[in-house]
């Protein structure tokens, strides 16, 4: 299992605001008020996309920003609202809030979604804030701010692409040049004691993840060397690339040791051993004899698989080798991530505080999320907009919390960027 990762940022679209207008005709001196309501903002959204097999390209792109919604206009008008943006991720991602830690969503299945960042409410224009007392409201309300934060991406990820065959023959070198992968590499066998996994990016919004697994020797079915831990390692991979040494140095048999790894494998799991296998043939460049590739290139290819020559330690070849694997993969059935009793866990955070009061040299200072919105939708030249402000702060408890902390008539008080005196 490997666990790949990033840290994005997301921010949801803000709500539109709502509009103070009134209406006007010919032969009609003062209509009524027909400000139209803003525009709901956009969501940000996760879903699972069949083909996406990690998390690479999220390290280019760090921040996303879903479209904000319209604001309000006359003759009830309302405004758009701003256009959700989808993030595209592979099945085995989990979401956590990076503040609090909490799991957003845990994305198991193609096709799921999650909602990550709620866009803003759109504010109401002023058509609403008409009564019987009140027939020419001056205001109206902003719309809310899209939800933001940044969030954490886990993928557990399995690997698609297993590199097989006896020790020694490159598959850490692979893995090293073709990936960010940090194997151990030696000139001794059994260098690799744990499989080691890397991401390969081919293009944007292609990736795949290899794995190199150790060694194999005669055997390795009933356990001998280092046996049944690393061929369950195998299992899990969709297509096999066998690395093989043609380059005579150790006195081997290329044929003889592709024989070997496959009735290995057969020995072990019929079914691993149907998994779709592409050869490499690697170290070609310090190859003793020509005609030894000749010969197993015909062995091989009469067998029906791809043969590609390679040299993992100078690079010859893997470029082919890569783009056909890629290719493969887009044919080949996806990798079960999780099991279909694997529920879906999702943590909600707690509600946000609507305010918090604190004092600063002697000036009480209100803020909070509900605070900025009301003092936005706020219109402190008109009257009946002030009154209405008056009441939502009693409403709220604003008031009698300024008191409790022994708040005096004359005291100054800001709300987010709107100061004045405190009156009882």
Request: proline fraction near 4%; aromatic fraction near 8%.
């Amino acid at each position: 299992m490997f666990i790949d990762s990033a840290r994005i940022f997301v921010k949801a679209g803000n709500g539109g605001n709502g509009a103070v207008s009134f209406h006007r005709e010919k032969y009609v001196a003062a209509g009524g008020p027909d400000g139209g309501d803003g525009g709901k903002g956009g969501d940000v959204i996760f879903i699972v996309e069949q083909g996406i097999r990690t998390l690479a390209d999220f390290r280019y792109i760090k921040h996303y920003k879903a479209e904000s919604g319209q604001d309000g206009g006359a003759a009830n008008c309302s405004g758009k609202g701003g256009q959700d943006l989808y993030i595209k991720v592979p099945a085995g991602t989990l979401v956590k809030d990076e503040e609090t830690g909490l799991i957003l969503a845990d994305l198991t299945k193609e096709g799921q979604t999650a909602v990550i960042a709620k866009g803003g409410k759109g504010g109401a224009g002023n058509q609403h804030f008409a009564t019987p007392t009140r027939q020419v409201p001056n205001f109206a309300k902003s719309g809310t701010p899209g939800e933001e934060r940044w969030v954490l991406l886990e993928l557990k990820l399995l690997a698609d692409v297993g590199l097989i065959g006896f020790p020694n023959v490159g598959k850490s070198t692979i893995l090293s040049m073709v990936s960010a992968a940090k194997p151990k590499i030696a000139n001794y066998h059994f260098t690799t004691i744990e499989p080691n996994l890397g991401v390969v990016r081919i293009e944007d919004g292609k990736s795949f993840v290899i794995a190199d697994i150790p060694g194999l020797i005669e055997g390795a079915h009933q356990g001998v060397g280092l046996g049944h831990e690393f061929l369950k390692h195998v299992e899990r991979t969709k297509l096999l690339i066998h690395v093989v040494d043609v380059s005579g140095i150790e006195g081997r048999d290329p044929v003889e040791d592709f024989e070997v790894i496959n009735r290995e494998l057969k020995e072990y799991n019929e079914l691993l051993a149907s998994r779709p296998q592409v050869v490499a043939a690697n170290k070609t460049d310090i190859m003793e004899n020509q005609a030894d590739l000749e010969r197993f290139a015909k062995y091989v290819e009469g067998k029906g698989y791809k043969l590609f020559p390679i040299s993992a330690a100078t690079n010859k070849g893997l470029k082919e080798l890569l783009y056909y694997v890629s290719d493969q993969l887009d044919t080949l059935p996806e990798t079960i991530l999780t099991s279909e009793e694997d529920a879906e866990v999702v943590y909600k955070a707690e509600e946000e505080k609507p305010f918090e009061i604190s004092k600063e040299n002697g000036v009480y200072v209100v803020d909070g999320p509900w605070v900025r919105r009301l003092v936005s939708s706020t219109n402190f030249n008109d009257y009946e907009s002030l009154q209405y402000f008056q009441r939502a702060i009693k409403k709220k408890g604003i008031v009698r919390a300024l008191e409790d902390m022994g708040v005096n008539e004359g005291d100054v008080v800001r709300m987010h960027d709107f100061e004045f005196e405190y009156v009882r």
